[in-house]
């Protein structure tokens, strides 16, 4: 990458420079990069909060040992969350000392990490905004690599801090909360009571599958975490040993009659990408919505008895009818009861049916968390999943820049995507 003082930056320089600093000071190091080699004259990273709904502006390594809260910086209504929605990066005319302002997406496959947010003195050109956009992608590895050994990106992600519940609670998702791939898209959301209720998502990738899990454990707080544990737990054991719907349910079952007095509600469901064949299991779990031609209904398929019933039964793998063009969406009963039942799920869902898994997950239980005046009595919780069809051989992220490049105005507004 070439410089506008005439240097020379290089996607490998890059990441080796972040991987010499040490892991809390990788961001600063990238940011020196960009501020000398693009002539910033600030840069800044932002993160995204657990909720999805905010995102925090990560200071100096420094500043995590001064005891002052994250400044949590609400997404709606703003370029930021324009930013991340359309996961195009943004050119604006600031009217002010500091110059051009460039706002561009830090996002992996899918997953929405964050911002990275320049201040320059002039429009940047067209391998400028090359530059700063294999730049965000690097932040993204950057901040993959190295959240595993600190805590500082798990500091920003958090605008309050979390009862023990709830830092259970998220210790039990998905390290990625979306992932696309050329088959699918998919992506979690989840919001925590203010007792926390114990509902949990999960999804993997394999060779050959792509499965995905939702479960809701009884009871709240700390109960209902380690409940939570104990099902996730049996349930990613049992896959990754390679075992099928059934077993893996039968093991999620027998962990819960053998350490618990309770129960957890779940589904888990595995597709095929060599033949698309899809299979379901439902314990006493609300049923899944599906969008297809325009339409949302209620997938109704058999439901067993939830986990650690401590009675005699068995789970039935059910083949679930997926069809290129549907978009699945996987909930707990938080987006179903008390207030939530006044939000119309599948008018939401058709409605939201354009934007990417990541952003309808997030509408639809902002939906919910709105309805109950921010104040949930049960975690809620959805899976959103696009089904493409095994045809599909590039991503979003992929084709999606060919067509905003098409159509993308002057420097003084959108600009091209990465």
Not at 181 to 201: I, K, R, S, W
């Amino acid at each position: 990458m070439r410089s506008v003082r005439g240097g020379a930056l290089t996607l490998a320089g890059v990441l080796a420079a972040a991987e010499t600093a040490a892991p809390v000071e990788s961001l600063d190091v990238v940011a020196g990069m960009l501020r000398e080699h693009l002539g910033a004259v600030s840069v800044s990273f932002l993160i995204t909060d657990f909720t999805g709904g905010s995102v925090v502006r990560l200071g100096a390594a420094g500043s995590v040992d001064t005891g002052e809260p994250a400044r949590r910086i609400t997404l709606r209504g703003t370029l930021y969350d324009d930013v991340i929605r359309t996961q195009q990066p943004c050119v604006e005319e600031t009217g002010e000392d500091r110059g051009v302002r460039v706002v561009a997406p830090v996002t992996n496959r899918g997953d929405a990490i964050g911002l990275l947010e320049l201040f320059l003195p002039a429009a940047p050109d067209a391998q400028v905004m090359q530059e700063i956009g294999e730049s965000a992608h690097a932040l993204a590895y950057i901040v993959i690599a190295n959240r595993s050994f600190t805590d500082v990106y798990q500091w920003g992600r958090r605008t309050k801090p979390l009862s023990l519940a709830a830092e259970i609670q998220h210790r039990l998702l998905p390290a990625s909360l979306a992932c696309e791939a050329a088959q699918f898209a998919v992506a979690g959301a989840l919001e925590p009571a203010d007792h926390v209720g114990g509902d949990t998502f999960d999804y993997t990738i394999d060779r050959d599958t792509v499965q995905l899990s939702v479960t809701d454990a009884m009871g709240h707080d700390v109960d209902a975490a380690l409940l939570a544990t104990l099902a996730v737990g049996a349930l990613r054991r049992a896959r990754r040993a390679g075992a099928d719907l059934a077993e893996q349910a039968r093991q999620a079952d027998q962990a819960m009659r053998e350490h618990s007095q309770s129960y957890v509600t779940g589904q888990v469901l595995r597709i095929s990408l060599v033949d698309g064949k899809t299979e379901f299991v439902n314990a006493g779990h609300p049923w899944p919505l599906v969008m297809r031609d325009g339409q949302v209904r209620q997938v109704t398929l058999q439901i067993d008895l939830p986990f650690g019933f401590q009675v005699s039964h068995t789970y039935r793998v059910q083949p679930l009818d997926l069809r290129p063009g549907d978009r699945l969406v996987m909930l707990t009963d938080g987006m179903l009861e008390r207030n939530a039942g006044s939000v119309d799920l599948p008018d939401l869902i058709v409605r939201t049916r354009a934007l990417h898994p990541r952003e309808a997950a997030r509408i639809l239980i902002a939906a919910v968390v709105d309805a109950n005046q921010g104040h949930l009595e049960d975690d809620a919780t959805v899976m959103c999943l696009d089904w493409h069809g095994l045809e599909r051989v590039g991503r979003d992220a992929d084709t999606g820049a060919d067509l905003a490049d098409a159509s993308a105005p002057s420097w003084t507004g959108r600009t091209v995507p990465r």
